[in-house]
């Protein structure tokens, strides 16, 4: 399965930017589809992540209320609204899909599928 991310960009503090990921087929046994996130010299962070029958959607805590996640199965698509960005969110985004069990659905090492990342950068 491949993941194409896009949607990145530059953009004011404050400001919103949607990042959209495709899957090249449906693939029935990954259950959830998400994002991380990785800026220099830091870990790669959880950032949102949805399961495909929409039942669950779960956040980071520190976009919890700012990012919205959201998928269209019938494309295979994943999105993630990102709204009132700060300049913390700069990073390098990535798409993912996998098969964690809901308790470890942060869990990156889970997620078997990536993307190659797009480029979100906020300035202040």
């Known amino acids: 399965v491949q993941l194409q991310a896009s949607g990145g960009g530059l953009v004011q503090a404050g400001g919103s930017l949607r990042l959209s990921c495709a899957a090249s087929?449906?693939?029935?046994?990954?259950?959830?589809m998400g994002w991380f996130r990785q800026a220099p010299g830091k870990e790669r962070e959880f950032v949102a992540t949805?399961?495909?029958?929409?039942?669950?959607?779960y956040y980071g805590d520190s976009v919890k209320g700012r990012f919205t996640i959201s998928g269209d199965f019938a494309k295979n698509t994943v999105y993630l609204q990102m709204d009132s960005l700060k300049p913390d969110d700069t990073s390098v985004y990535y798409c993912?899909?996998?098969?964690?069990?809901?308790?470890?659905?942060?869990?990156?090492?889970?997620?078997?599928?990536w993307g190659q990342g797009t480029q979100v950068t906020v300035s202040s």
């Open positions: 087929e449906r693939t029935f046994s990954s259950r959830f």
């Open positions: 993912a899909m996998g098969r964690p069990i809901v308790s470890q659905y942060h869990n990156s090492d889970l997620y078997t599928s």
């Open positions: 949805l399961r495909r029958d929409g039942g669950y959607k």
